[in-house]
């Protein structure tokens, strides 16, 4: 395959199957109906083959999108955790570090001559 799907196609795929309709899930994902439906058809011609159907009481997955929908979960939770480790990583790496020392012994060596 030459091209992959994009991960905001994965996350309003996710999206629809969570909200059971496109409109809802347009809603909560602050985006048109109609881009909603023009990116899951890009996916399934990607993919070449229907993902889901919609039919009088929202969206029903088909054969396909079940097997989709099971690796598309998997990625979407390894691409979070690959975030947060990059986040903590960089975060650890920008740390401050103090150094101080007493002038003490430079004190008691003075003393004693």
Do not use: W
């Not at 994965?10 to 809603?27: C, D, V, W």
């Not at 960089?90 to 103090?98: E, L």
């Amino acid at each position: 395959m030459k091209n992959l799907p994009k991960p905001n196609q994965l996350k309003m795929f996710q999206s629809i199957i969570e909200h059971g309709s496109f409109r809802t899930a347009a809603k909560a994902l602050n985006q048109t109906q109609p881009a909603l439906t023009q990116s899951m058809n890009e996916l399934e011609k990607m993919l070449e083959t229907p993902l889901m159907v919609r039919g009088p009481r929202g969206v029903l997955l088909t054969e396909a999108g079940k097997l989709f929908e099971t690796r598309v979960q998997l990625i979407l939770k390894e691409l979070e955790r690959a975030v947060i480790d990059a986040k903590l990583l960089s975060a650890d790496s920008r740390g401050t570090i103090a150094i101080g020392s007493s002038a003490l012994p430079f004190l008691l060596c003075y003393l004693q001559q």
